[in-house]
Structures are given as structure tokens and as C-alpha cells.
T-cell receptor
């Protein structure tokens, strides 16, 4: 596709519910990142994939967060037993190859998760 | 622990004048610095970047300056236009692909 697509755009979850957030990166982009942006804050790194390999998950806040990219394209971020502090915008970004950080990444529009 | 800091939450500038957005960082190992622009309900879009081996990079109306000794960088927009009104994020990377972002500065350019 022309850009990074994320779905759903908005998600309201009851506390304790499991959610799954989807990211369709730009076709052919090897690297994929997930970031969490709380209200009034900058995006914070969650995890990073190179193709299907999850190379860094140091930013995942707890073991309730899980990400996968089984075929090296679409990625899913899953949050189990959601809590109110999980409310944030979840951003996905992709880049064409490793080390392209000088040129930045292409971000999707994000999924706004509200836990009530 | 915030490694990238944008101490001005907001900035208002008249159209045609210069906008200067500032950013400080604490990690001396950062080797790439980037500026992103974000409109409401959209993801951040890449604006301009600079490598730690340079002290200036220019792209049209946008120039980024890097002062490594002071661990400071700034984004200059000249001349500012109303369409530049957005939130600007400074980000830095340490030889890894994860970006460390500041909290952002909301720029308002008034006609």
C-alpha cells in the first residue's frame, strides 16, 4: 500500500478485556516498530521486528503486551487484560531496510485505545 | 528517564517570521537526530534529520542545527507559514533503530 495502515482507528475496551491492534506496513518494508503515545507525551518505543524476527521487545511495559509478525508483513500488537493505564495511541512505523534511521520511518495514523 | 527533552510545550510565531524549536538530550551516544511533525489524528511525519558528524542540515525552509558539546539541537523554520502549525517532536537514536522522542512542542503560526 501507499502508506502504513493501522486498524482499528479507535478502540474502546472494558478493563480486563483483551485487544488486538493491526498494522499493515508499506509493502516490502523490512523493519517494523510499535510505539505507545500517552496523552501529552512523545511516542515511546515498544518493540521492533526485522522481517518476522522480533529483535527488540525491551519497551513492552508488561507481559500483558505481546506482538507478532508471523509472515514478515502484517503485525499485531495484543494487549491482554487491559488496564486504564494502557489508554494511549499505539503507533506503527515501518522502514525499508535496516539502518535507514537517518531518513526516519513512515508512521501510520495510530490506533487510539481507551480503556474504561 | 527522559533522554530527549523539549522544554517548551508551545510556541506562537507570526507568519513570515522565524520559528525556532529547541531540543536537549542527555545521551552522548546518540548518533542520529530527527524532527517529526504531527497534525491531530495523524501519525508523525518525518521532516528533517542530522547525523552527529554534522552540525547543520538544511532542506528548503527547514534547517536543523546540532551542538554536540551542549547536547542541543534546534529546528529553524524560515519563513513560518500557517500550515506549519502542528506539534513538532525531536527524536534521537543510538546506533539502533529505536527512536527516543521528546514530549513535543506545539507550534502556532498566526497570520
Amino acid at each position: 500500500g501507499a502508506g502504513v495502515s493501522q486498524s482499528p482507528r479507535y478502540k474502546v475496551a472494558k478493563r480486563g478485556q483483551d485487544v488486538a491492534l493491526r498494522c499493515d506496513p508499506i509493502s516490502g518494508h523490512v523493519s517494523l516498530f510499535w510505539y505507545q503515545q500517552a496523552l501529552g507525551q512523545g511516542p515511546e518505543f515498544l518493540t521492533y521486528f526485522q522481517n518476522e524476527a522480533q529483535l527488540d521487545k525491551s519497551g513492552l511495559p508488561s507481559d500483558r503486551f505481546f506482538a507478532e509478525r508471523p509472515e514478515g508483513s502484517v503485525s499485531t500488537l495484543k494487549i491482554q487484560r487491559t488496564q486504564q493505564e494502557d489508554s494511549a495511541v499505539y503507533l506503527c512505523a515501518s522502514s525499508q531496510r535496516l539502518g535507514l534511521k537517518f531518513y526516519g520511518y513512515t508512521f501510520g495514523s495510530g490506533t487510539r485505545l481507551t480503556v474504561v | 528517564d527522559q533522554q530527549v527533552k523539549q522544554n517548551s510545550p508551545s510556541l506562537s510565531v507570526q507568519e513570515g517570521r522565524i520559528s525556532i524549536l529547541n531540543c536537549d538530550y542527555t545521551n552522548s551516544m546518540f548518533d542520529y537526530f530527527l524532527w517529526y511533525k504531527k497534525y491531530p489524528a495523524e501519525g508523525p511525519t518525518f521532516l528533517i534529520s542530522i547525523s552527529s558528524i554534522k552540525d547543520k542540515n538544511e532542506d528548503g525552509r527547514f534547517t536543523v542545527f546540532l551542538n554536540k558539546s551542549a547536547k542541543h539541537l534546534s529546528l529553524h523554520i524560515v519563513p513560518s507559514q500557517p500550515g506549519d502549525s502542528a506539534v513538532y517532536f525531536c527524536a534521537a537514536s543510538e546506533d539502533a533503530d529505536a527512536l527516543n522522542f521528546g514530549k513535543g512542542t506545539s507550534l502556532l503560526v498566526t497570520p
